[in-house]
């Protein structure tokens, strides 16, 4: 952040604690705002957003298109046959003519490093819509809900179960900042990567641990989040995957052993029956509607924020 260029949202440790508390609580506010019916709240008036998508998504693109329509701006989606980006033409080429109409882009990519590589040529704020490495939207929501149930974020024990995925680095990387007991449950060889684990352990501020054990795992937990086995662009390792992934499915019995305290979570789509059960994900203590509905209200301040507004 900083440096006299635009303010991305490309990682979630990308901003200080205070800064991502601030927009946490801009979203509540916002959200309340939205919901009281209240309609003449405009900041987004006379600016849009265009939005790159090179893999599927409802929460993404409807959160935000949606998010940015109620604020009074304008989003635009460009699905993965209308850019096609690095084939049709190159990322920084994109990134720069895009600049040249929008406020702000949105982008879903697969490599990470394409984002990196889009958000050194963009000259507007780029905003990680999820890449093949990290989903800090995602996150900022999942926080969000978390405050709203629990009452607080700080203290937390949060165990991921299965892939160390996407997902499981914006956990790490905003343990790396907030104190958290953070656990990701995983089937060995699907651990998340090295750098970013380090990396959250040695900025001392949280207790992270990595487990091949869920049962041991998943106790005491105040959520038990779960995500898809094999992610977009792994969708052929996906009978292979739910060998492996054995143990790690999240159902009746888990959230038994995690106890009576433990909220359901899951950044969705889910796979029933495969990650979690029907039974999991419909329980009242699965608050997995909650979190999808908090992608917009989340990023709205996101977007309020790298706005600067
Ligand atoms: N959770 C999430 O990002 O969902 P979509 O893939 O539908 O956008
Ligand atoms: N890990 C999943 C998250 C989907 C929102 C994927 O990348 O497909």
């Not at 990470?112 to 963009?122: N, P, R, Y």
């Not at 662009?233 to 054995?246: D, L, T, V, Y």
Request: proline letters at 4%; one cysteine or more.
């Amino acid at each position: 952040e900083g440096g006299g260029g635009p303010t991305h949202f490309l990682h979630i440790d990308d901003f200080d604690k205070k800064t991502v508390l601030h927009m946490l609580e801009r979203a509540a506010e916002v959200k309340a705002v939205l919901k009281s019916g209240e309609r003449n709240y405009q900041p987004l008036q006379g600016l849009s957003m265009a939005m790159i998508f090179t893999k599927p998504s409802m929460r993404t693109r409807v959160s935000f298109e949606t998010g940015v329509y109620k604020l009074g701006g304008h989003a635009i989606y460009l699905g993965p046959d209308d850019i096609q980006l690095g084939k049709r033409e190159e990322t920084r080429d994109i990134a720069r003519v895009l600049s040249g109409y929008n406020d702000v882009i949105m982008a879903r990519l697969f490599a990470h490093k394409d984002l990196l590589d889009f958000a050194m040529f963009a000259k507007v704020p780029v905003i990680n819509g999820l890449t093949d490495y990290n989903h800090p939207c995602q996150i900022m929501a999942d926080v969000l809900t978390i405050i709203e149930h629990l009452g607080r974020i700080e203290g937390i024990k949060v165990v991921y179960m299965g892939d160390g995925n996407n997902v499981v680095h914006s956990w790490l990387r905003l343990a790396a900042f907030l104190p958290l007991h953070f656990v990701c449950a995983c089937p060995r060889g699907f651990e998340p990567d090295t750098a970013t684990v380090e990396r959250a352990r040695n900025a001392g501020v949280s207790r992270i641990e990595i487990s091949n054990n869920p049962l041991e795992a998943v106790k005491g937990a105040h959520v038990v989040y779960a995500d898809v086995w094999a992610s977009m662009g792994q969708k052929e390792e996906a009978a292979i995957r739910s060998q492996r992934f054995k143990g790690f499915q999240v159902d009746e019995a888990m959230m038994e052993t995690a106890g009576p305290q433990a909220y359901f979570m899951h950044c969705l789509p889910a796979e029933r029956g495969v990650e979690v059960t029907d039974a999991v994900i419909e329980a009242p203590n699965s608050i997995v509607f909650a979190q999808a509905e908090n992608r917009m209200h989340a990023q709205n301040a996101i977007l309020l924020h790298v706005l600067g507004l």
